[in-house]
């Protein structure tokens, strides 16, 4: 019962502000689809593939990521640190690994959505892609990630400046750098070593792959997995430490 009522707030709170919703997940990808699909994507070829069809999964990449972490984190955050009303569910009845598993299913079904937006936009640009229902599970999983650890840095953060110093300190890289706009062969490979460990860019690479239609790299999908419940485990510690002082 946790996850369900978990999941209708966030379908209420959907519900209500469906149009913001939707045109906040679309500003950003539209901007880089027109400056880099339409101007630098015209004399550019990737893979020996035009450039677009290598833009448009990294946007999807890391839209599900920024709206799943957004849709959990800043929300959480508020409620703990301004409404209060998070103290409710911590001494309610609720297990905390269920209301976890609520925000982050949540989490991701807003960044699911955000997707295939993105998906719907890119079609007057010209992208070719192979869509199949792995690719749409791979956009879930990737943005279960970034909403566990949404849950994870809300419970952590002291004050509301902390999710905004979160993001820009761990989510704006991810979102230029994880194989989002450019191939990782072009870096140095110290840097690379850093990077493939991260958990967008075995979700950019899967999304790619199969938009490519190449099969979907399991090992990725594993990293993705165990990426979802590790973030999962530490902020029901986290919760659970607090809930116990």
Not at 71 to 83: D, I, K, T, Y
Not at 213 to 236: D, E, K, Q, R
């Amino acid at each position: 019962m946790g996850i369900v009522t978990v999941l209708w707030e966030k379908w209420v709170e959907f519900k209500y502000e469906w149009f913001k919703i939707t045109t906040s997940a679309l500003i950003s990808p539209l901007l880089y689809m027109i400056a880099l699909g339409w101007g630098l994507g015209a004399t550019t070829t990737v893979t020996d593939r035009p450039y677009i069809d290598f833009l448009v999964p990294g946007i999807i990449a890391l839209t599900t990521m920024n709206t799943s972490f957004s849709a959990v984190g800043l929300s959480l955050n508020v409620q703990r640190l301004f409404e209060h009303s998070f103290d409710h569910i911590i001494i309610s009845p609720t297990p905390i690994s269920q209301y976890i598993v609520g925000q982050m299913l949540g989490g991701s079904l807003r960044g699911m959505y955000s997707g295939c937006l993105i998906l719907l936009l890119s079609i007057p640009f010209g992208a070719t892609m192979h869509i199949s229902p792995m690719f749409f599970l791979v956009m879930l999983l990737n943005g279960m990630v970034f909403a566990a650890l949404g849950v994870l840095a809300a419970v952590l953060a002291a004050t509301h400046s902390d999710i905004s110093r979160f993001s820009t300190f761990v989510i704006l890289p991810m979102t230029f750098l994880c194989n989002t706009f450019f191939p990782l062969d072009r870096i140095p490979t110290a840097i690379k070593v850093i990077i493939d460990v991260l958990p967008l860019t075995h979700a950019s690479g899967l999304l790619r792959s199969m938009a490519y239609g190449s099969a979907p790299n399991l090992w990725s999908v594993l990293i993705l997995a165990l990426y979802a419940l590790v973030f999962m485990v530490l902020a029901n510690a986290v919760i659970n430490r607090r809930k116990n002082i």
